[in-house]
């Protein structure tokens, strides 16, 4: 009995900005890691950002550091990814993922959970 669901994609020109959110029915989520990835068309998924059980632990790959930030609701099991100055590389379909632990993993191994995804679209 796990759902995520993301949301908060759309269209977007380039130095725009998007909040996504992804709303957890899981049992024990403030327990579990999550992360955020993103696949475009015809390529691997990648990790975007993750944050650890509590909050207090972040990662962010290198092609959105200082312009994305993920926070997360414990009481409301909920994540969020923000996404500032995006960029067209950006444009991708954007998965919310729930950790087999608390701490933060960076592939897609370490995850056991997963949405359907929200696009994301940003033109030039």
């Known amino acids: 009995q796990v759902q995520l669901v993301e949301s908060g994609g759309g269209l977007v020109q380039a130095g725009g900005s998007l909040r996504l959110s992804c709303a957890a029915s899981?049992?024990?989520?403030?327990?579990?890691?999550m992360g955020w990835f993103r696949q475009a068309p015809g390529k691997d998924r990648d990790i975007v950002s993750t944050?650890?059980?509590?909050?207090?632990?972040?990662y962010y790959a290198d092609s959105v550091k200082g312009r994305f930030t993920i926070s997360r609701d414990n009481a409301n099991k909920t994540v969020y990814l923000q996404m500032n100055h995006l960029k067209p590389d950006d444009t991708a379909v954007y998965y919310c993922?729930?950790?087999?632990?608390?701490?933060?993993?960076?592939?897609?191994?370490?995850?056991?959970?997963w949405g359907q995804g929200t696009q994301v679209t940003v033109s030039s």
């Open positions: 993922a729930k950790a087999k632990y608390g701490s933060i993993p960076l592939y897609p191994y370490d995850y056991d959970y």
């Open positions: 899981l049992r024990g989520f403030s327990g579990y890691a």
């Open positions: 944050i650890n059980f509590s909050g207090s632990n972040t």
